[in-house]
């Protein structure tokens, strides 16, 4: 009997590889009969020296026979089947697929089993087909990478986690997994979507309404809307927009009041002579006065002061929109002075980054209360993010039970910036275990206090911090239970910017109309190649940079220039690089040019420092031994060669040391040729002893 194996030995044996099993399929077998067993017969042919002379009448005693040929193997099935019964119809092999996969070979996933892609099946991983997450409403869809690299499909186990895509889906709902509503439907708050008809039509009001579309569901409200809301032209309110709004009378037209009803301190904008807000001017009460901008109907006093670091008091509001900064990147903990600095692994949670600390590990090294510290991309200028929202998702729970848990009240927030410190209320967030909250507060003054007291702040403090924010700390630690794991994840800050297509428009951004020298939406910053005098933010003096023009920028405090470029260094960029000359006073890109000693290639520049003399022009300062003149340009007395010729040098004459250096030009300074040997040697290269002395010239070199 004969027993062989195609895979035992091979790589992936014991699980075998898609490569394996693909080498080892087969539709046909060839048996190839090569040798026979002869039972020691011939051992008989050994006495013959050629092998074709072979003794018929013993091979001809031999033949092959076969039995019985017995062929195993696994069903075609890509893992994905236990048995592949022969069909007496098609005479094929059909294969009785598992774990939701379909096909004559199980090679695809099933309609419906789209959330991860498909995979071979192994001896060890069963790679089955997951549901696709449609709520219920349909039964097809299909697997989209890029949906999965961006974490926006949800498993049927509440995890952003996959890639599939529902299609067709019913009921009038839409979305990746039919969680939505179509244009024109909504989702009432509460009903969750895997309802069996949770999408109502929208009722909107043709007049008052932008569309016929609401608020589609709570994750797309907004504000004080809610779902079913529809979107109201200006000057139109109500849930259906089909009413006019406080300031507008005469429905269905509703045309503006006399006052305005962001201006006017009218209880009725539409009745009576108009009272204007204390910061607001004009017949209608429609405009700000001088120094001051965004009019805004919650604003007490009507419009904001401008802030411009104090260089000016004539702004207006920017048609910017916010942008969204969002970076779980070099999140950090450390303790309130900055003392500590633990890092921290950042981890996946329902496909979202997400830090988290045992609080139990923390206090190793850090005190009872500590916060997440932001990275660099939430720091520096952001006066561009006054108004927006700083946003941010908390958490934690217990790692077993405690049995008393007091709860810590301290400031959510913290920011430093300048010489300034400010914080939140203390106690904003009541954090339970096991709650998630997310915190969303209003960069304005009016949301902070000076740190560890309740003095208000006021608008240039704030704006002098927003100008340069060194720090933002927010609150790890929400009780004092030492098994607490807390965590942070969503940590966004808006702030306007040219680029940002987002639909919020940052109206509570000023822009001024800056001096010379100043720039920046508030006059925060310096024109280049400007400083801030000592880095004063309000009321601060931008001043030209002392650099000639060789830098782009210098300190604030000391002036210094920064980066000199051009060949340039020093303080003030006023000195020129070892290597070249010139002036740097001068201010041109070309004030300081390659030592030329003689020649400004590498290969001819044979001094490292140079200067230029009004009087004798450029000097080089460090001539080597073999080299004289003002730039290195001749051979000294004893050596040769023309270092004026690009690759060309100074060497040193072979004449044995038997050169007579009193008279000039006792060697060739082109040649090498030995000219003037010392008395009592002669010859070529001064080698031997001249006509008339005896001695040793070359090594004793004591003719005479």
Not at 95 to 106: K, L, R, S
Not at 295 to 315: A, M, R, Y
Request: glycine share 10%; net charge negative.
């Amino acid at each position: 009997q004969i027993h062989t194996s195609l895979i035992n030995g091979r790589p992936s044996a014991d699980d075998p590889s898609r490569v394996l099993l693909e080498f080892t399929s087969a539709r046909f077998i060839r048996l190839r009969f090569q040798r026979i067993r002869t039972l020691n017969a011939d051992l008989m042919m050994f006495a013959h020296k050629d092998p074709n002379e072979i003794d018929p009448i013993v091979t001809r005693r031999y033949y092959y026979s076969i039995k019985d040929i017995s062929v195993g193997g696994m069903c075609i099935c890509s893992g994905h089947a236990k048995a592949c019964p022969l069909d007496p119809v098609t005479n094929k092999s059909i294969c009785q697929c598992e774990h939701n996969t379909c096909g004559e070979t199980c090679d695809h996933c099933c309609p419906g089993f789209n959330q991860k892609p498909w995979h071979a099946g192994t001896f060890l991983v069963k790679h089955e087909c997951e549901p696709c997450n449609c709520h219920g409403k349909t039964e097809e869809c299909y697997y989209d990478q890029d949906v999965a690299d961006r974490n926006q499909s949800l498993n049927v186990h509440g995890e952003y986690i996959g890639g599939g895509v529902c299609v067709n889906c019913t009921s009038y709902t839409g979305g990746i997994n039919c969680e939505t509503c179509i244009d024109g439907y909504f989702r009432p708050k509460g009903v969750l979507p895997d309802s069996p008809d949770p999408c109502q039509p929208c009722s909107c009001d043709p007049n008052g309404s932008l569309n016929g579309t609401c608020v589609k569901d709570e994750k797309r409200a907004e504000g004080d809307m809610l779902p079913g809301f529809c979107h109201c032209k200006t000057g139109y309110a109500g849930e259906s927009c089909n009413r006019c709004a406080l300031g507008y009378m005469g429905y269905p037209e509703c045309l503006p009041c006399n006052c305005s009803l962001q201006g006017s301190a009218n209880a009725n904008p539409c009745i009576g002579p108009c009272i204007c807000k204390e910061h607001v001017e004009g017949e209608n009460c429609d405009r700000c006065k001088p120094g001051f901008f965004n009019l805004q109907q919650n604003n007490p006093k009507g419009c904001e002061e401008c802030f411009c670091s104090g260089k000016t008091n004539i702004c207006t509001h920017s048609h910017l929109t916010y942008g969204s900064i969002e970076d779980m990147n070099g999140w950090y903990l450390t303790d309130l002075p900055g003392l500590i600095r633990v890092t921290l692994m950042q981890k996946r949670f329902g496909g979202r980054q997400q830090y988290s600390i045992s609080n139990v590990a923390a206090r190793k090294v850090l005190p009872q209360t500590y916060y997440w510290s932001a990275p660099s991309s939430y720091l520096g200028n952001k006066v561009a993010a006054a108004g927006g929202h700083l946003k941010f998702t908390v958490s934690y729970d217990f790692t077993k039970e405690e049995e008393t848990v007091q709860l810590m009240v301290q400031s959510d927030v913290i920011i430093e910036g300048g010489d300034l410190r400010i914080s939140t209320p203390k106690g904003g967030i009541h954090l339970q275990p096991s709650e998630e909250h997310t915190e969303e507060i209003v960069l304005k003054p009016e949301s902070f206090s000076v740190y560890g007291t309740d003095v208000p702040l006021s608008r240039r403090e704030f704006m002098t911090l927003l100008a340069n924010v060194r720090r933002i700390l927010i609150r790890a630690t929400y009780s004092n239970g030492m098994n607490a794991i807390y965590r942070l994840r969503s940590v966004s800050i808006e702030a306007a910017d040219h680029t940002s297509a987002g639909r919020k428009v940052a109206s509570a951004v000023e822009l001024c109309d800056c001096p010379l020298g100043y720039d920046g939406t508030s006059c925060e910053s310096c024109w280049p190649r400007h400083r801030r005098v000592n880095g004063t933010i309000f009321g601060g003096v931008c001043e030209p940079c002392t650099c000639f023009g060789h830098a782009e920028s210098c300190d604030d405090i000391t002036g210094e220039c920064l980066d000199c470029k051009h060949n340039t260094g020093g303080s003030y960029c006023d000195r020129c690089l070892p290597g070249f000359y010139g002036d740097p006073t001068k201010g041109t890109a070309e004030d300081c040019l390659l030592c030329a000693c003689p020649l400004n290639i590498p290969s001819n520049n044979f001094s490292p420092t140079c200067h230029f003399d009004r009087s004798h022009g450029l000097i080089c300062d460090e001539c080597p031994a073999g080299y004289v003149g003002p730039r290195c340009e001749r051979c000294a007395e004893g050596y040769f060669g023309q270092p004026l010729i690009p690759g060309g040098s100074c060497q040193p004459c072979q004449c044995n040391d038997n050169l007579d250096f009193s008279i000039p030009g006792s060697c060739d300074s082109l040649s090498g040729a030995c000219l003037i040997c010392k008395p009592g040697t002669t010859g070529q290269y001064c080698e031997r002893c001249a006509d008339g002395y005896f001695g040793d010239a070359l090594d004793a070199r004591n003719c005479q």
